[in-house]
């Protein structure tokens, strides 16, 4: 097979994975990004590669656990008022997601995915500098009663099913692994083979470097406007215009219209997060990262720092950020890890992008085998970036990516 032009569309994860891979299978590749490598939420994220992972977010009981967050004074849980009508059909088929028969085919369907994550991520940087950046160690979620560990009876329940490894914590295991934490944990739910990127940044932005030191091109360009040739397909900006034999929209959050205008109305919305960094100083404090589910927060050690992140909030691609809610979560950060330096280094936030079933849209678009998608990767974007981009080269090569590909098809809802 002789490699074809193809331009990839964002320089997120997503994007810069998809390059490396399109690239090493003898594509001529240019990767295009309207601000630059990693401008959107591959920046911020808390860097966990959670292998094997299984637990979509619409589970039973979702209804009722939103509504008891939404009435918390600082929700880890938003809808701004003024999104409301635009979120309530993504809600609607949030809440049909949660039907115990959807859940149960949403978790096998992930799983199919992250189950290779780790290995994805090796396939692409071994060799490189880039694998000092990928840390082994684990990812560690910690309950503060039986009441809130009994709440992850259904996902554990999923894991089992699935063949997904954990182990879980007494008191003394979970101060055994991580003796800074406070002891006030009455369970640990510890997922032994995670890695966590030290980095995400830094991680695709060399991912990136690597992919232009291999003659691979990146160009700021931002692609409004597809025209669907016999032969190719023309991308348009403003001024100027990029002709390629594919393209691969992997845009994040900014994917719906791009798809939209190939004939897919995918039902694409992003569920916001933020991060709050604290000082490099206390990174030594935790060996991996750690989720307190009672409070709905990851501490992660990064190299920068202690990168606190949190929330889902629906207010849309280009609302203002409010910092509000995590930053009130310092004191519960200081109870779970005293000692700690709480001084705000800085604040980000970020657009997940996300359908109502936890699944990617990957795969040719529905009417065009010129354009292939790979977005929509939700909460999970740098578990499944490398997987991910390797399935979309698979395809654009004419191998078999060695995975049922329908449930992940763009015209699935
Ligand atoms: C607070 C938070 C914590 C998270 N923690 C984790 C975690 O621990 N583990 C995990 O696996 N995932 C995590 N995630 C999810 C993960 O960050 C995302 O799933 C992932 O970054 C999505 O990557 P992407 O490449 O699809 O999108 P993005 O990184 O958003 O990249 C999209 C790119 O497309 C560009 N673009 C948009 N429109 C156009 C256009 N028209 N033309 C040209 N370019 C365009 C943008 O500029 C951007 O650079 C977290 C997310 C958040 C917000």
Redesign the pocket.
Known sequence: MSGQNIVV?????????TALALQQDGHQVIL???????????????????NA?CGPTAMPGIFFDVLRMISRPLSPFKIRLSYFPRALPWMLRFLNESRRSRVHANAKNLHALTST?AAGWRALISGTELVDLLRPGGWLKVYESDASFSGSAFARLLMDELGAPYDILDPAGVQNLEPRLAPIFTHGLFVRDGLL?SD?GKM?RGMVDLFLSRGGRLQK????RLEIGADNVV?H?QSDSLSAEKIVI??????R??AAQVGDQVPLDT?????LMLPASNSALLAR?VMSVDRSF?L?PQDEGLRL???VEFAGLDAAPDYSHVRSLIPAAQRMLPGIDTTEESV???????LPDSL?VLGYATQCDRVVY????????????PRTALITADLIAGRDPQIDLRPYRADRF
Not at 9 to 17: D, E, F, K
Not at 250 to 255: D, M, Y
Not at 348 to 354: A, F, H, K, L
């Open positions: 569309i964002g320089a997120g994860i997503v994007g810069a994975t295009i990004d309207r601000e630059g490598p990693c401008a959107g939420a591959s920046f911020g994220n808390a860097g966990v590669v959670i992972s994550a990127i995400p695709t360009f931002t692609a409004e991308i900006d992997a845009a994040g959050a900014w994917s219209d791009l569920e916001r997060g933020y991060h990262p990851v992660s992140t949190s929330q980000w936030m970020g657009c997940r992008p996300s990617p790979s977005f929509g990767h939700q909460h999970l974007g740098m578990t499944l970036g």
